[in-house]
């Protein structure tokens, strides 16, 4: 009886070390596999370029560049100002609107059409109290340069060489927020306008 209890606890006592070492080694695999083991460097996959596009404004010697998603065109302008007798004179503004020809199709589809964005451009001097109060929110008179200068505007305003853009948005089609064509056209406009530089 004593030897069979001593074979029996042998048993236990050898089982209970393997156990022990089983753990051990559970324990010692899984902290290297955390702390010890290097790393594989981490691989972040290069991002996929956009196709860049360039618009040209050859009438206002300025080119921007936009993703490319959207083909961009653009029509130009003076602004007009009308005198008595209904005479119009121009006002010393010109401006641009951005066009998409996939926008123009979509809007056709909701019987109006035009552009997403678009542009005036300012000479220095120019008071922006009177042209663009209801678009920038300027409730006194002043020039485009005291605007651009004063930073409040800068969201609103660009500025290239000697003149300054400032940015609108057309209520044709709902403007920039009614379609998801339009909201296209509307930031890469927007991405136009942020690089434009002289040529």
Not at 56 to 81: A, F, H, K
Not at 174 to 198: C, H, R
């Amino acid at each position: 009886m004593n030897k069979k209890q001593s074979q029996s606890g042998s048993a236990h006592l050898v089982v209970i070390i393997l156990l022990v070492v089983a753990l051990l080694g559970a324990f010692g695999f899984v902290f290297w596999q955390n702390f010890m083991q290097p790393k594989a460097a981490d691989v972040t996959p290069a991002p996929v370029a956009a196709t860049s596009k360039t618009l040209t404004i050859s009438e206002m010697n300025v080119r921007g560049q936009y993703t490319g998603n959207l083909d961009l065109s653009y029509s130009y302008g003076q602004l007009l100002e009308t005198h008595q007798g209904g005479v119009q004179t121009p006002k010393g503004i010109d401006y641009i609107e951005v066009k998409s020809p996939q926008y123009s199709t979509e809007c056709e589809a909701q019987a109006s059409g035009g552009p997403a964005i678009g542009f005036n451009r300012y000479a220095a001097t120019a008071d922006l109290g009177n042209n663009e109060s209801w678009q920038l929110g300027i409730d006194v008179s002043m020039t485009a340069a005291d605007a651009y200068s004063s930073g409040k505007y800068n969201d609103r305003i660009t500025k290239v060489g000697d003149f300054y853009f400032t940015r609108w948005i057309t209520s044709y089609c709902g403007g920039e927020a009614n379609t998801a064509t339009g909201k296209l056209v509307f930031d890469e406009a927007t991405q136009f306008l942020d690089s434009l530089t002289a040529i």
